[in-house]
């Protein structure tokens, strides 16, 4: 799972007082918290949960949060709705502000994971197109670019905008935090396997049923092997960055990633 640091204060380090090297220790030590984590990825959630109802209910395959507050909670009540999301908004600036003021958390971090999301996101696609090519799928791109394209021509540019942001939070969270995390958990603390393997094997079993997930349902895209292979190490990647570099990390740069694709 995404690494909850404790002990020392991680934002010690982030005082203007401090030398570089030990602001961007900090940085990566507080951005890799999974409290961190959450109140970086709040504004993607209120963002797509409201643009979803210009939509015209077009929403992320794995989104299961949208029919529960609408039409569960708020009974189809688009104004409580609404009300509710401003409400997470506000309650979001509250927490920053006073963390900010216990020196626990930075509001930087916001623009510095955008920053490295951006930078994954703008590197991905190149890093696996390379890494099938290596392995002699030389046609991944065109293949790849031809499924993608048909997302596209279906929605509009701000469904797609919406539809990258709900692709970037409910994946990353479904795939990485819930199942790949707990897969983990569930294998080295009742199975006693090692950690090394058992996130070896958790990992590629989640990416391919990430990989797959994109094939069922009313938005399927056709199959390809190569599509298939490309979603499959996209998988791959977004765990290492969930690993290495925290959820909010992972969910920035899928969203990104998603919105180069199917938006510009």
């Not at 970037?168 to 090394?196: M, N, W």
């Amino acid at each position: 799972m995404a690494a909850v640091m404790t002990g020392e204060n991680p934002l010690e380090s982030l005082d203007a007082a401090a030398p570089k090297k030990g602001r961007l220790r900090g940085y990566f030590q507080d951005s890799r918290n999974l409290r961190s984590s959450i109140l970086v990825v709040i504004p993607l959630f209120v963002i797509y949960q409201v643009g979803i109802l210009a939509t015209g209910g077009v929403r992320n395959g794995v989104d299961f949060m949208t029919d529960l507050l609408l039409h569960v909670i708020f009974r189809g009540s688009v104004l409580y709705y609404v009300i509710f999301n401003l409400a997470v908004l506000a309650g979001l600036v509250a927490a920053v502000v006073f963390l900010r003021r216990r020196r626990q958390f930075n509001p930087k971090t916001f623009l510095f994971i955008i920053i490295e999301g951006t930078v994954y996101g703008l590197l991905l696609g190149f890093l696996i197109g390379s890494m099938l090519s290596k392995v002699g799928l030389s046609h991944v791109l065109q293949a790849v670019a031809g499924a993608a394209a048909a997302c596209p021509m279906e929605f509009g540019v701000f469904d797609n905008f919406v539809l990258s942001i709900g692709a970037g939070l409910y994946e990353e969270l479904v795939f990485r935090l819930i199942l790949l995390g707990g897969s983990v958990l569930l294998l080295t603390r009742a199975f006693k396997v090692k950690e090394l393997p058992a996130v070896i094997g958790a990992v590629i079993v989640t990416s391919l049923v990430f990989s797959a997930i994109h094939y069922v349902g009313g938005m399927a895209d056709p199959f390809t092997l190569y599509s298939f292979a490309f979603r499959f190490l996209a998988g791959v990647v977004f765990a290492v960055i969930y690993y290495g570099r925290g959820f909010a990390v992972a969910v920035y740069t899928h969203a990104i990633y998603d919105i180069i694709v199917l938006v510009f």
